[in-house]
C-alpha cells in the first residue's frame, strides 16, 4: 500500500464512487487515530472495477479521498455515471468549481500567476463535467435545476457558475451543433467573467448603497483587469479558443448600443459568446434570490429585460431566449423596469424596479404606446 501524508486530498461520498467500470482515480483512506497527524492509504488503484458490495465494505473507514490533483478524473467519471442522479452530480461539481473560484476570490488567501493559474485549470476541469452533465437539458430544467441547489455565503460564487450553465444552455439551443470545445469555452467565459473583481476592493463590491462615481469608475475596471489576470495566468485550455474567453471577460458589461465600458463598443462588434453571457448574466442576477435581495418572478424578469433590448442586450438571442422559456406568455402588462444604470454586478439591498416611464405625447399629440417593448405572438 502507498502511503502519503504531504499530498491534499479531498472527502468524496461513498454512493458517487465509480461501480462496474474501471476506475480513473485512486482512492485512500486516513489510517491516522491522532488528530492533527494524517496518514493517508491507498485503497483502490485506478482500472481497479468496484461492486456495491466493496462500497459497502469501504464504510468502517467512515470516510474515503481522492487526491486534488486527481479532482480533475473524478469530476470526468462522475458526470460519464449514468447511475447517478444529475442533481448529485451537478451539485458535486458546482462545489468544485466553488472551491477553485475561492481560490481566485477569497481575500484571505494568498493570490498570484501560479495560484490563479491552478485555479484556471481546475475551473476547466469543473466545466468540462458541468457541460457533460447539462448539455442536453432545456432552460427551464436547468432554472429548477439552481433553484433546488444550496447556495454560498459569497453571491459572486453562486451567480458565476449559475451564468456559466445558462450561458452554455443559451448557446447549445441557438447552435444546435455547437462543439463540446465550444459549449466549454463559452461556459468559462461564464464563469470567470468577473474574474477582475479579485483586484477591487470588496468594501466597494459588497456596498448596497449608490456608488460614488470614484467607486464606479473602480467596477468598470474590472473587465480589463480581469483579462490581463487570464494572459498572466496563461492557462493551458487544451482544445480550446482562448480568445473567446478573453472576449468575454472583457466585452460582458458591452451593451449593444454602444453605451456600456470598457471600450463603449456597439453590438456589431460583440463577440457571440458575451452576447449570450451578457442574457445569462442578466437574468440569472433578477431571477435568483440573493442573501439581500428578493428574485423576481420570470415574467417580471424577462419583461424588464426586454425593455432593454437594442439597448443592453441583443434583440435576436433574447428571442431566441424567450422562447425556450415555456409557458411564459408575455403579455406586456408588467409595468415595472429597471433604471437605464442598472448594473448587475453591483449589490442592492433590493431590486431597484420602478413603475415605467410614461412616453411623452407626439406631435400629433396621440398618446404612445404604453408599452412599446411589448412582445408579440
Known sequence: MDTNSKTVYFTIDFHLVAREKPLLYNIYINSSTVKGKDHYVKIVRPGEILNDGDIEGFKKYQRIHVLESERGLYLKSLAEDDNIESID????????????LDDIFNPGKEFNTEILGEALDGCHDSMKAMVDVIKDYDINSLKKLIGDLSFH???????????????????????????????????????????????????????????????????KKHPEIGVELFREANPEFPGL?????????????????GSGYPKGIKGEDHHIFSKVVSIADFFDAITT??????????EDALEIMKRTVGKKIDSDIFDFFVKKVSKVLLTGKTMIELPVDFNTEVAHAKLPVQKVQPKKLGENFTKASDNPNKITK
Open 241 to 257: 479558443k482562448k480568445e473567446t474567453i478573453e472576449k468575454v471577460i472583457v466585452e460582458h458589461h458591452e451593451n449593444i448600443d
Open 289 to 298: 434570490k440573493r442573501s439581500y435581495s428578493q428574485a423576481l418572478p420570470i
Open 89 to 100: 452530480k451537478v451539485s458535486v461539481i458546482k462545489d468544485s468549481a466553488v472551491k477553485h
Open 153 to 219: 455565503d459569497f453571491y459572486t460564487y453562486d451567480h458565476s457558475i449559475n451564468v456559466s450553465m445558462y450561458s452554455v444552455l443559451i448557446y447549445k439551443q441557438l447552435k444546435p451543433n455547437a462543439s463540446e470545445a465550444d459549449l466549454v469555452a463559452i461556459g468559462l467565459g461564464g464563469l470567470l467573467h468577473d474574474l477582475g473583481k479579485t483586484k477591487i476592493s470588496t468594501e466597494i463590491l459588497n456596498k448596497t448603497g449608490n456608488l460614488t462615481d470614484e467607486e464606479f469608475a473602480e467596477i
